[in-house]
Structures are given as C-alpha cells and as structure tokens.
C-alpha cells in the first residue's frame, strides 16, 4: 500500500459489474511514483480473472487532473540505468494491465492528462474527456525521451501529429485532442460523468462474453496479418455457440422485433 504523501488506489465496484478505479493522489495531480504504480497494478490484474466485471473505468482523483504524469521528484532522485529501467518498467506494467483487462476499459480524463497520464489512457480501449482536459507528452523538456506506451499514440493520431507531440512537448487541449482523434468524446465538466454512463449503458446491453470475445479479437487485430486476422474472427464467432449467449440474445432481439411489429399493424 502506498503512504497518504504518496497517494492511494481506490477501487470500487457496483451492482452491475462496473469497476471504478481511482488514482487518488490529488494534491499531487495524481502523478504516478512507483509504490502507486505498483498499487495500480495489483488492482487492475486483480479485475482479470473475475469473469462477472462488465467494464471498468480508470480516473484521477480531484477535478484537475487525470494523471498529471510520473512522479517528477522520484525521477530526479534516479541513480543510473538499471533504476531508471525499473522505473518505467512500472508505467509499461500498469499501461499492460489496462490493456490486457478481458473488460471493456473506459479512461474518464479531466484535467491534466500528461506523460505516464497520456500513455494510460492511450492504453484504455477508449476516451471520454471534459472540455477541461489537457494533454501532452513533455517528456524531452525534461530530458528524457517518451517510451513504453506512447507507442501506442501512432495508431490513434498517426505519426505526423505523434512526432509534433512528442519532439515539442506541447500542450494540446480537448477539442484538438479529440479533432485528432486522441478522445472519442468531449463532455462540458459537469456532464462527464453522464457521458462516461452512457458509454457503460450501451457496453451494458451488449452479450458480456461477446464483449470480452471482441475485445480479444481487436487486440489480436493489432498485430496479425490481415488473412490471419479473418481467420481468427471466424475461430471467434464459432466459439461464440460453446455459450447459449446468441441464441438467448437472438431470441430476445426477434421476440422484441415481431412484438413492435404486432403493435404498429394494431
């Protein structure tokens, strides 16, 4: 567990599976030292095996920051190459458990969404920000290269505006962040919440094993060849019928359509 100075991780679960994990560090922008990294970590793996987890949702504490990035000051404490590998060795660490969460993993940003903050979120199958956010990779103005997941950044806004944000360290707001297609949504501050609802509605009316199946596949999607990557969506649609889910969501969906239609013909 991390000390108060160092901040917490704040992992609450309702009724409907939905997981709330909260980097709870606001007097310090929620910026990511080892311990809460560390602390990260063993939260969200913990989210893997439990099969009833329909979506999670990852937040910073406070109204202003995401996560502001990495821990500067234990940065600066540093001594050498191989603590500097441990240390982002722990950011990858905590960006792959969001990744290889079998559930849908929605990043709600607000605030400062900076550095190990931006490469978390990139990790998260998608974003939902308040018109607040912010966003940068500022990483070179402190004298180090941004690694680990911002290589994922590429595949969402291309390599021209990767290089802009990386090489200058500059700030982009929401609505450049999501012209670039680094957000899906941009919300009012007051409304984030309900966008962030409406997004948990609909992966809530989808079959949850199909959800986890897609969720696999699109991973899988990432690195196949392209005539593998058909292959294996068809492995995954045949696995689907192991499960009564499509015939039971199938018989929902044609019950609903032919009793819509009885009540217009009425």
């Known amino acids: 567990m991390s000390t108060a100075t160092e901040g917490r991780i704040d992992v609450r679960r309702d009724d409907r599976g939905v997981v709330t994990v909260t980097i709870d560090n606001p007097t310090r922008l929620n910026a990511l030292g ?29 109204e202003h920051a995401f996560v502001g990035g990495a821990d500067i ?6 001594d050498g190459p191989d603590a500097a590998r441990a240390f982002i060795t722990g950011v990858h660490r905590a960006c792959d458990a969001v990744r290889h969460c079998p559930a849908p993993v929605i990043a709600r940003v ?30 070179v103005r402190l004298g180090i290269p941004s690694v680990v997941e911002a290589a994922l950044l590429p595949s969402l806004i291309g390599w021209g505006r990767t290089r802009r944000l990386l090489l200058t360290g500059e700030t982009i707001d929401a609505e450049c962040a999501l012209a670039w297609g680094l957000v899906e949504e941009v919300t ?67 019950a609903h359509q032919a009793a819509r239609k009885a009540a217009a013909e009425r």
Request: overall charge negative; some cysteine.
């Open 188 to 254: 009012a501050a007051d409304e984030i919440d309900d966008a962030v609802e409406a997004a948990l509605a609909d992966i809530l009316a989808c079959g949850p094993a199909a959800v986890r199946s897609q969720k696999a596949l699109i991973a899988a999607w990432e690195t196949l060849p392209l005539v593998r990557a058909i292959d294996a969506g068809i492995d995954a649609f045949a696995a689907a019928y192991r499960t009564d889910e499509p015939k039971r969501m199938m018989a929902e969906f044609l």
């Open 73 to 78: 000051r234990e940065m600066a404490r540093i």
């Open 34 to 62: 080892s311990a809460l990294l560390a602390e990260f970590v063993r939260a969200v793996q913990a989210l893997h095996a439990d099969d009833d987890v329909r979506a999670v949702i990852v937040t910073g504490g406070g």
């Open 110 to 139: 607000q605030g400062y969404c900076f550095g190990a903050g931006l490469e978390l979120a990139a990790a998260c199958d998608f974003r939902i920000a308040s018109d607040q956010a912010e966003f940068a990779m500022p990483e």
